[in-house]
Every structure is written in structure tokens, then in C-alpha cells.
């Protein structure tokens, strides 16, 4: 029985760690621009089916090389939303901004549907042999998302803590137009927090597409997951998120053993229902969860 | 002829249903992503409740008010959020409402829905109750109409704008913003309701993949093409929106691209709400105000 559980702490691990990724993303572009970006689900969509045209004829790239151009094409894409349309509205009124990124969102996820169609789509490899290590069965999409996941928190660290770069991220997320007087080059911020967010959301999207398959769905199923995870890591907070993604993916998966499969996703949306609730500014939220 | 019936009736539920949203969003400014499960909530029920011998008109009431329960009970976790929060929670409500409609078999008949819905008994059923029909929808629309009308001039209506515009203003005049607020939901949600038990009852057959993400889409559409904050407008976008819904359907195209049809709409839909924010966000009919701020 033990076993049992400790595999569903490991699913809930591989779950988490993904999550995390597209909720970190989230909760940059949040920090940075104060607004909740309903169309970063379509990045991870995005992402996925990207690499799968680069996977399939006349590009018949492995899938290893195909996610080079995809993440490529996804920052452009996340670049020319916020060129088109973010920007624009920056300084209107806060709900404008969200309606417009709601139509963003139906109009990427809808191009989704144009170009590829709606059916369950997957990379089509070969089935590869799961490992068992003490009584738990691992894949090896299981240890590359976790790979995966751990090398991109690092760099985000390092990049986050030891650059300048990261110190003026840091500052506009702390105070945007403070950071502006004071001499921060606000272009080269913004592009660089779309370009996180979108690569986050784009390799998230194609291991999660690697570990079970692909609808024009599936960025907006991970996208509350990844609101979860933002809720509960707190405003903008970018750590926050990254445990917070952690705690639904393990508490979705432990959960399976106590309720049907079919309401795994209530989880998530009670863990946010409870928040707000008890918590509405975050469990490791510092102050502010009002804009 | 009929088919003309059948798209006025669509319209006027859409309007119901626009104006239900507009209170919220347009008037006390807040925004709600999730409004189509009140809008489910309502349906079901109401269906429910008629399948299992109650009359209709008393099934679409006890719709109305259990959406409107449902609101209050909604709104109290959910009011403590403020702005962008507010919106994923009633994102994240509406998502939860359509899996419990899609899992709860054994209430609600999970993905194959409820069939044989029946129609208020004195409009009779079939084709030639049409006109019957409208004329019930457009009495229930007047109804909505006038009711928001005269909540939105009165001064309650007037608080919900100093709300929406600036809340520590509003607390500062000493009012109970979130009894206001809390009260502007339950009223959206109680005609929301109305409309979703409406569409119920004239379409007889309701499944899940009604009350999805696409409707939120729809109806923020015919709010926001409108104009927000007006009590024409959503009337006015529900139309537009509807009736480009349907003319669609009259492009001649070839079978072989037939299955581009719908997501090329929707793409539309799409980019009309971010051109809308973009060049026009006040809507066709735009609120009268003195002066505006931004």
C-alpha cells in the first residue's frame, strides 16, 4: 500500500514540476505588468503543436531538435501579443486589458483547431520501457521533465539573482516606474520576461503533449492549474509559484486516491476555492494581493 | 418564417443574458469570466425539475433562484479578491460547474445530456409554438429590461458605478461596497438563470458542451460590442452577435472546408474582442458620462 502511495507522490512530483513551469511564467508576466494573462495557455498549446509540425513531414526533425525552432517560434509568437495588443492597452483600463487577452486566448486556441484540427494528437514515438525504482514505476518522460524542469529553475536563479538583467527584473517588478527614472531599459525587460514566460510555457507544453497527448485544450486545462499555483504561492510571486505548482500537482495526484478520477481537476479548484477562503493573498504571499 | 421566429428567440435570451452579465460587469465592474454557470445552473434545474413533472414556468423559477443562490454563495469566498483575482475565480467556478454537469451522471446525464425538455404548456411544442414562444422570450426580455433599468437609475444603480470607478472612494462615502457588490451578483445571476432556464425550455435538449468556455466567449462578446455600462447595448450586441452567428451559416462553401468553418469563427470572435478593446472599447453605444477618465 505504501507503494502504492508513493507512486502517486512521485506522479504528483512529475505533475507538479511541469505545472510549475507554466505557473512561474505566469507569475512574471504578473509581477512585471500587474495583469493575468488568460492567453498564456495558448503558448504551452502552442509550444506543443509547434514541435509537432517540426516533428512530422516535410521537416521530420527528432523531437529533440524540433523543440528548437518550436520555443523559437513560440517567443515570437508571446513577442507579437505583446507588441499588438499589451502593449497598447497598457495604460487603459485594467479590465480591457484582460477581455482583450480572454479574445486573445480564443483566437490563438481557435487558429489551434484551424491548422491541426481538433483529435488527441502525440509525438507518435516508440514506447519506451518504464524504470522501477523501490517499487515505482518511472518513465523516461517522467525523469526528462523532471530533468528538464530542475535545469530550467537553475538557470531562471542565476539569472534572476547573479545578473544585472535579473536585478532590474527584480526592481520593475517591484515598482515599474520607479525602475524606469532610474535609468532601467524598459524594452529589454519587457522582451526578456516574454521570452521566459513563453519558453517556460512552450517546453512545458511539449513534455507535457511527450507524457500524454495533445488537444487545442490543453494549454487552457494547464492554465488553471497554473492560476492555482499562482493564487497560492501569492501576487506575483515568482518562488511562490514554483512551490505552489508543486503542491497541486502532488495534491491532485494523492488525492486520486480518495476521490474518482473523474473529479481529479476539482482538486485544484478546491485547493483555490479553500484559499480564498482562508487565504486570499497567498500561503507564502507578502503583502499584496490587491492591484 | 420560422426561422425567423427561431433566431429572435435566440437573440432575446442572448439579450436576457447579455443584460444579466452587463450589471456586473459593466455597472459594478466586475469581471466575470464564469457567468454561463449561472447560466447552467439555471438550465439544469430547470429542466430538472420540469422532466420530473413540476410545471415549467414553476421549474424556471426555482432555476432563476437557485442560480441566484448560487451567486450569493459564490460571492461570498469570492468578493474577497479584488480585480484580476475576481476574474479567475469565476473562470475557475465556471470551469468546476461544467465538470460537475459533465460527471454528475447520474443527475445530469453526463455528456449525453437531457433530451425531451418540455415547453411551457401553454405555448404548445413543435414548429407551430414558435410564435407562441417569442412572444413568452419577449415578454420575459421586457421584464429584464425594465427591472435593470430601473435598478441602474436608481441609486443603487449610481453606487455601483462610484464602485466600479473607485472603490476606497465609495467606502469612504460609507457604503457597504461589498453588500453592493454582493447584490449585483445575485441579481446577474438570478436573470441569468432566467435566460439559461429560457434556452432550456425552447431548445428541449441541453448537454455539457453548452455551458463551456465558448459561451463566456459569446456573451463578453455581445456585452462588450454593445457597450458596457449602457442598458442598450448588450441588447443590441446579442443581436449583432447572434445574427452574424447565423449568417455565417448562408456562406456558400465548399463541403471539403466545412470543418474550418467554426474555428475560423471563433477566431473572429476573437479578434473582434481584442479590436474592440483596442479601437473601441466603450462599445457601439457608449455610457453617457460628463467627462470620462481614461
Known sequence: ?291 | MDYLYHILIVCLIYAVFAQSLNLELGYAGLYNFGHIAFFGIGAYTSALLSLSGVPVLLAMGIGACLAALAGAIFSLPALRLSGDYFGVATFVFAEMAHLFFLNQRDLTGGPMGLPNIPRPGFTGSGVESLPYFLAFVLGGALVTWAVLQRITVSPFGRALKVIREDEFVAQALGKHTFGFKTQAIVVGSFFAGSAGALWAHYITYISPSDFSLQETILVLLCVVLGGKGTNWGPVLGAFAVVFFGEFVRFIPIPPEYTRFVAPAQGMAYGLILILMMLKRPQGIIPEGRRSRKC
Not at chain 1, 494573462?37 to 521537416?59: D, K, Q, R, V
Not at chain 1, 473529479?263 to 507578502?286: C, E, Q, S, T
Open chain 1, 1 to 291: 500500500m505504501t507503494a502504492y502511495y508513493a507512486q502517486l507522490l512521485a506522479n504528483g512530483i512529475f505533475a507538479g514540476s511541469v505545472y510549475a513551469m507554466f505557473a512561474v511564467g505566469l507569475a512574471m508576466v504578473y509581477a512585471v505588468f500587474k495583469f493575468i494573462n488568460f492567453s498564456h495557455g495558448e503558448l504551452i498549446t502552442w509550444g506543443a503543436y509547434l514541435a509537432l509540425m517540426f516533428c512530422s513531414p516535410p521537416f521530420s526533425l527528432p523531437l529533440y531538435l524540433a523543440a528548437v525552432p518550436a520555443l523559437a517560434i513560440t517567443v515570437v509568437l508571446a513577442l507579437a501579443q505583446d507588441y499588438l495588443v499589451y502593449r497598447p492597452l497598457r495604460q487603459s483600463n485594467p479590465i480591457a486589458i484582460l477581455i482583450a487577452s480572454i479574445g486573445l486566448s480564443y483566437l490563438m486556441r481557435n487558429a489551434v483547431r484551424l491548422f491541426w484540427g481538433s483529435d488527441l494528437r502525440t509525438y507518435e514515438l516508440p514506447l519506451s520501457e518504464g524504470l522501477v525504482i523501490m517499487g515505482i514505476y518511472i518513465t523516461k518522460t517522467q525523469i526528462l521533465i523532471m530533468a528538464a524542469a530542475l535545469v530550467f529553475f537553475v538557470i531562471l536563479y542565476l539569472l534572476l539573482t547573479r545578473t544585472m538583467l535579473g536585478k532590474s527584473l527584480r526592481a520593475v517588478s517591484d515598482n515599474m516606474e520607479l525602475a524606469d527614472i532610474m535609468g532601467i531599459d524598459m524594452k529589454k525587460v519587457t522582451i526578456t520576461i516574454w521570452v521566459l514566460a513563453a519558453v517556460f510555457a512552450g517546453a512545458g507544453g511539449i513534455l507535457v503533449a511527450l507524457d500524454t497527448s495533445m488537444e487545442p485544450m490543453l494549454g487552457m486545462n494547464s492554465l488553471i492549474k497554473a492560476f492555482a499555483a499562482v493564487l497560492l504561492g501569492g501576487a506575483g510571486n515568482i518562488w511562490g509559484a514554483l512551490l505552489g505548482g508543486m503542491f497541486i500537482g502532488i495534491a491532485e495526484n494523492l488525492g486520486m486516491a480518495f476521490i474518482s478520477p473523474d473529479y481529479k481537476d476539482f482538486i485544484a479548484f478546491a485547493v483555490i476555492i479553500i484559499l480564498l477562503l482562508f487565504k486570499p493573498k497567498g500561503i507564502f504571499g507578502i503583502a499584496g494581493g490587491v492591484r
